[in-house]
């Protein structure tokens, strides 16, 4: 893989409780941070210009992680050629009556645009708010909202923030580890996801070639690569550091529950013998 997950360290900023102290401080110091990157977002004009100004503000890393691809990237390239030879055909003359509307049903419930929000994993690395605040701003938009199997936040966590007459997907890989997926699924049913999106594109891990190159973990190692990128990062290292740290939520439960089952397990076993 690309990158990958490290155990937890012992003894981190996270493990100390600074995010606890540096919580307290953060509204007087997160606004001066950002200040540069809000100057930047009131110059943007397109998607384009919203890029640049994320890879200002990101870890290299965590940008990376979002921007590319697997191998040489020549899917991404071939994307963005394709969707530049779509055009949108317009009738003149026509009026605006009726007026204009973009509503649909998806799943038997309405949608204000036919569009959705897809499945991204790791949304804390990018922003405090994570999944939560993508939600949001897509419930807030009337537009259907996908939580990533590899989601920082858990159903749990992210249902609430999604009204209940929205339609919510949950996006599933389908792992060796059966019980893994079945509490995954358990998760997303009990919290009012409506759907599936099952992930059926390769049985191995892209080769991404700039994770290999950052040294991408989640959570992050500590390493000295990672901690210079940091220091030149300072917006998004106060973010980081003043936040719980994140990692994959949906399956760090779905491990607890399997270790706790074979804990009773061995319990039961015990008491029996």
Not at 120 to 146: I, L, N, P, Q
Not at 238 to 252: C, I, R
Request: glycine share 6%; with cysteine; proline share 6%.
């Amino acid at each position: 893989a690309g990158g990958g997950c490290v155990d937890r360290m012992s003894l981190t900023p996270h493990a100390l409780g600074v995010h606890h102290l540096l919580k307290w401080l953060s509204p007087v110091v997160r606004p001066l941070l950002d200040y540069p990157s809000r100057r930047r977002l009131d110059r943007c004009i397109n998607i384009s210009d919203l890029r640049d100004a994320a890879k200002l503000r990101a870890h290299k890393m965590v940008f990376d992680y979002l921007d590319a691809g697997a191998d040489d990237e020549i899917t991404i390239r071939r994307n963005k050629d394709a969707y530049s030879q779509l055009e949108l055909h317009y009738r003149i003359l026509a009026g605006l009556s009726p007026p204009l509307e973009m509503s649909t049903r998806v799943m038997g419930r309405d949608v204000k645009i036919p569009f959705f929000v897809s499945p991204t994993a790791g949304s804390k690395m990018f922003h405090a708010d994570g999944e939560v605040g993508v939600a949001r701003a897509a419930s807030a938009a009337g537009a259907m909202y996908s939580l990533s199997t590899m989601g920082t936040a858990a159903p749990a966590e992210v249902a609430p923030a999604v009204p209940a007459h929205h339609p919510k997907l949950f996006q599933l890989y389908v792992w060796k580890d059966r019980s893994l997926v079945r509490d995954m699924l358990a998760q997303a049913r009990e919290n009012g996801f409506h759907a599936l999106a099952l992930t059926v594109d390769l049985t191995w891990y892209g080769n991404r070639e700039r994770d290999h190159r950052n040294g991408f973990t989640v959570p992050p190692a500590y390493t000295a690569k990672q901690t210079y990128e940091a220091m030149r990062r300072p917006a998004w290292t106060w973010d980081f550091l003043s936040s719980p740290e994140y990692a994959y939520a949906a399956v760090d439960l779905a491990a607890a529950g399997r270790r706790r089952r074979a804990a009773d397990g061995s319990r039961g076993e015990t008491a029996a013998s």
